[in-house]
Nanobody, 121 residues
Framework: QVQLVESGGGLVQPGGSLRLSCAAS????????MAWYRQAPGEQRELVALITNGGGTDYAASVKGRCTISRDNAKNTVYLHMNSLRPEDTAVYYC???????????????WGQGTQVTVSS
């Protein structure tokens, strides 16, 4: 079974930095796009950043200039570097990947379990 496992969340003061990681494992043939979403209490899940298998990136306006998404294709891992964190960045951050499992001709969306990021003094 394909799994995505996030790490790197935690409590950080305003203005601080964090790096989130998400590793995909299991019977993977190919990964297309990888992305980070977040969901704050009482809010809908929103896209934070996305990276294609070719390295193209896209960011939510609220994080542009403060976050950088990257990936290591050899490790099936995606990262989110977050700087100048604000209290409004507080949310559960979820990893997403479009994966073509071994033996399948289709891509399927997979989600991680989420990691909490809290920005507070």
């Amino acid at each position: 079974q394909v799994q995505l496992v996030e790490s790197g969340g935690g409590l950080v003061q305003p203005g601080g930095s964090l790096r989130l990681s998400c590793a995909a494992s299991g019977p993977i043939f190919r990964i297309n796009s990888m992305a980070w979403y977040r969901q704050a209490p009482g809010e809908q899940r929103e896209l934070v950043a996305l990276i294609t298998n070719g390295g193209g990136t896209d960011y939510a306006a609220s994080v542009k200039g403060r976050c950088t998404i990257s990936r290591d294709n050899a490790k099936n891992t995606v990262y989110l570097h977050m700087n100048s964190l604000r209290p409004e960045d507080t949310a559960v951050y979820y990893c997403h990947a479009a994966v073509q499992p071994l033996g399948s001709s289709n891509f399927k969306a997979y989600w991680g379990q989420g990691t909490q990021v809290t920005v507070s003094s």
